[in-house]
């Protein structure tokens, strides 16, 4: 293990922890029905909504694994990014509307309301499982970077994170999760604009030097542009990033 955070770097660590779960407190003591637990009174404000779902969105398997995967070979894995573009319009358009004209907390009563009981607990039951496995690998992924400055055991690591999450969402309830992930969107987006500008002028001297190195290794490419749906091709991705996303913010309960 090369480098190890100092004291200032653990106090933050420290202090953000106490900061999520004081959140959490501060949003328990002020929900009084379980409209506000469930959907924050929907008094949301559209902006903080919008910063919510995009640091949902934006797991450690999107900010970690992803960037890894674009430097290993290109920008292959943006085309994902793209595709959510449009389908992010037309959910905003005619999916969103529709959902709250129904007046519904879960998407999955609507599926019971338009197909019957099983298909709700068939969809719920599958979300569940997805999720399992999903927080899995984000969980393992966020610790797995700890413990490059940390000299702790993963497994405590993964401990830590996973409890110190569930007890501010279990008591602050929506609201408590979308305030605080409006934080983590600002600290997300911040070290993205540090790390870059870390990397052009403090490691590479200067920007051209990193971009001309990126276009000689072809990173830029947005992969094969040929129609084989054999291969990871640009259309293969398209295709997958269309429908993913369309799941992703019709059918899933941790954006609608």
Not at 42 to 69: F, H, Q
Request: charged letters at 15%.
């Amino acid at each position: 293990m090369g480098f190890q955070l100092g004291t200032i770097d653990t106090s933050i660590l420290i202090i953000y922890g106490i900061i999520l779960i004081g959140m959490g407190i501060y949003f328990f003591r002020k929900s009084k029905t379980s409209e506000q637990f469930m959907v924050a009174g929907r008094g949301i404000p559209a902006w903080a909504a919008g910063l919510a779902v995009m640091s949902a969105y934006t797991s450690s398997i999107s900010y970690i694994a992803v960037p890894g995967k674009a430097f290993d070979s290109n920008w292959h894995p943006l085309i994902f990014a793209l595709t959510a573009l449009p389908v992010a319009w037309f959910v905003t358009k005619y999916v969103i509307p529709h959902y709250r004209k129904k007046n519904i907390i879960s998407v999955y009563r609507y599926l019971e309301e338009k197909i019957g009981v099983w298909a709700r607990i068939y969809a719920s039951l599958s979300f569940v499982l997805f999720m399992v496995g999903r927080t899995a690998v984000i969980l393992y992924l966020s610790s797995l970077l700890l413990t490059s400055f940390i000299d702790v055991d993963i497994r405590w690591l993964i401990v830590v994170i996973g409890i110190v999450t569930i007890v501010y969402t279990l008591m602050g309830g929506m609201e408590a999760v979308i305030w605080t992930d409006v934080m983590q969107s600002v600290i997300m987006v911040g070290g993205i604009i540090f790390c870059g500008y870390m990397l052009t002028t403090e490691v590479f001297s200067k920007p051209d030097f990193l971009i001309q190195k990126a276009f000689d290794a072809n990173k830029f490419s947005l992969g094969e542009t040929s129609f084989s749906l054999s291969s990871r091709t640009m259309w293969v991705m398209i295709i997958y990033g269309v429908t993913e996303n369309v799941r992703n913010l019709i059918a899933d309960q941790n954006y609608t």
